[in-house]
């Protein structure tokens, strides 16, 4: 949906002084110098903090200037440096892990903002990375083009996508639910959980916290193998918290995933992700403990060199695979696999790309010009049937 002109603060000379929503809550503010350039920036971020682009104070990079990001002050990182008195690119960020959760989103937004007030109708993104999740973050506040394009994700690897800016809303209701709209609510934020609707422009976004429908309310809910387990909120149409019920309590055993499962985890991962970074994502995930165990109101818990399951994915599968054929239960550990390795590819990722990032330019350089490896097809199948195995019931 288009921006209410009542949310949009505007300096003497007109231009975009900051937003709030609604409820008068403040979601970004900027300020422009006399010359017309823009002084700073900032934009609030999900879990209440704020972070601040400070155009041209980066250390330069491999595009040239840099603005810099920060967050209290301290340095978070870098994107190439813009004309934001005229938007016309999507810059590469250097170590987007580094930066807070929901802190690309809020920048992508805020540039789809600046370019539809700046009457800038497409944009393009030519820089390294174009990886799945950056792809699915422009989702959020951009619209592709072509929009018949047979496979959306795989033309922006290569450079044959342009985005026409279509920035979101935000409310933020009963003080810290992040609600996310456009001509629906697309996204809702809730205890620094992230739910998604799964189809985005045709996009299909493979996710286990939902948004979905019911009736005439919209729910944040945990979901796996087409399963919803529970619901996290209750949102009128208007996004009104209507409920937050309790999430499942989840078992309190820990035991370390079994080392077939891993491998085809990984292998997963590599086959589905950005050519450059598949060899680091092996690398990665040397040093990273995979194990099952409690997990708060989600399916994973990702921090640093751990990664915990919940044990609600184990009592999923096996309730999908009761009764069922040895095919079919195959067939399911398959889809099991890939949405655990859904779960988890983004860590691993941003692992993986943080090692990159820290490797000599020559390399960088040779792992851009990766063909796409060949999917380890024998861990996954041991790994579906390993899943299998596990869940049967006794």
Same mark, same amino acid.
């Given at each position: 949906?288009?921006?209410?002109?009542?949310?949009?603060?505007?300096? %003497?000379?007109?231009?975009?002084?900051?937003?709030?929503?609604?409820?008068?809550?403040?979601?970004?503010?900027?300020?422009?110098?006399?010359?017309?350039?823009?002084?700073?920036?900032?934009?609030?971020?999900?879990?209440?903090?704020?972070?601040?682009?400070?155009?041209?104070?980066?250390?330069?990079?491999?595009?040239?200037?840099?603005?810099?990001?920060?967050?209290?002050?301290?340095?978070?990182?870098?994107?190439?440096?813009?004309?934001?008195?005229?938007?016309?690119?999507?810059?590469?960020?250097?170590?987007?892990?580094?930066?807070?959760?929901?802190?690309?989103?809020?920048?992508?937004?805020?540039?789809?903002?600046?370019?539809?007030?700046?009457?800038?109708?497409?944009?393009?993104?030519?820089?390294?990375?174009?990886?799945?999740?950056?792809?699915? =973050?422009?989702?959020?506040?951009?619209?592709?083009?072509?929009?018949? =394009?047979?496979?959306?994700?795989?033309?922006?690897?290569?450079?044959?996508?342009?985005?026409?800016?279509?920035?979101?809303?935000?409310?933020?209701?009963?003080?810290?639910?992040?609600?996310?709209?456009?001509?629906?609510?697309?996204?809702?934020?809730?205890?620094?959980?992230?739910?998604?609707?799964?189809?985005?422009?045709?996009?299909?976004?493979? @996710?286990?916290?939902?948004?979905?429908?019911?009736?005439?309310?919209?729910?944040?809910?945990?979901?796996?193998?087409?399963?919803?387990?529970?619901?996290?909120?209750?949102?009128?149409?208007?996004?009104?918290?209507?409920?937050?019920?309790?999430? %499942?309590?989840?078992?309190?055993?820990?035991?370390?995933?079994?080392?077939?499962?891993? @491998?085809?985890?990984?292998?997963?991962?590599?086959?589905?992700?950005?050519?450059?970074?598949?060899?680091?994502? =092996?690398?990665? =995930?040397?040093?990273?403990?995979?194990?099952?165990?409690?997990?708060?109101?989600?399916?994973?818990? @990702?921090?640093?060199?751990?990664?915990?399951?919940?044990?609600?994915?184990?009592?999923?599968?096996?309730?999908?695979?009761?009764?069922?054929?040895?095919?079919?239960?195959?067939?399911?550990?398959?889809?099991?696999?890939?949405?655990?390795?859904?779960?988890?590819?983004?860590?691993?990722?941003?692992?993986?790309?943080?090692?990159?990032?820290?490797?000599?330019?020559?390399?960088?350089?040779?792992?851009?010009?990766?063909?796409?490896?060949?999917?380890?097809?024998? @861990?996954?199948?041991?790994?579906?049937?390993?899943?299998?195995?596990?869940?049967?019931?006794?």
């Amino acid at each position: 949906m288009a921006a209410d002109a009542t949310r949009m603060r505007r300096d %003497a000379a007109g231009r975009l002084a900051g937003e709030q929503d609604a409820h008068g809550t403040a979601l970004s503010a900027l300020e422009w110098r006399s010359d017309g350039r823009l002084q700073h920036a900032r934009v609030r971020l999900p879990d209440g903090s704020w972070i601040a682009i400070e155009p041209g104070a980066g250390a330069p990079g491999p595009w040239g200037a840099s603005d810099l990001v920060t967050r209290d002050g301290q340095a978070l990182s870098r994107l190439a440096a813009l004309d934001w008195t005229r938007v016309d690119r999507i810059p590469p960020l250097a170590e987007p892990a580094r930066l807070p959760a929901g802190a690309g989103t809020a920048i992508f937004n805020l540039l789809a903002r600046l370019a539809v007030e700046q009457d800038v109708a497409v944009l393009r993104y030519d820089a390294p990375y174009p990886t799945e999740a950056l792809f699915l =973050a422009l989702l959020e506040s951009f619209r592709y083009v072509p929009e018949q =394009a047979p496979d959306p994700s795989g033309a922006f690897a290569v450079g044959a996508l342009a985005w026409t800016p279509a920035p979101h809303e935000v409310t933020v209701e009963a003080g810290s639910v992040w609600v996310q709209q456009r001509e629906r609510i697309e996204k809702i934020v809730l205890g620094g959980r992230t739910y998604y609707r799964p189809d985005w422009q045709g996009v299909r976004r493979r @996710a286990p916290r939902v948004v979905r429908d019911v009736g005439d309310t919209v729910r944040a809910s945990l979901s796996v193998l087409g399963r919803v387990l529970e619901d996290h909120v209750v949102l009128a149409a208007d996004g009104r918290v209507l409920e937050t019920p309790p999430a %499942a309590p989840d078992s309190p055993n820990v035991t370390p995933l079994a080392p077939e499962v891993i @491998a085809g985890v990984i292998a997963t991962v590599v086959a589905t992700s950005a050519p450059a970074l598949a060899p680091w994502i =092996a690398v990665a =995930a040397r040093d990273v403990a995979f194990e099952r165990g409690p997990v708060e109101a989600d399916l994973v818990e @990702a921090r640093d060199t751990r990664v915990r399951l919940s044990h609600r994915l184990t009592r999923a599968l096996s309730d999908a695979v009761r009764d069922r054929p040895r095919a079919d239960a195959l067939a399911i550990g398959l889809v099991a696999l890939r949405e655990i390795a859904d779960l988890v590819g983004d860590h691993l990722r941003a692992r993986a790309q943080t090692l990159l990032a820290a490797q000599p330019p020559s390399v960088q350089a040779n792992a851009l010009e990766e063909s796409a490896p060949m999917a380890d097809a024998h @861990a996954i199948a041991a790994a579906a049937d390993a899943l299998t195995r596990e869940a049967a019931p006794a």
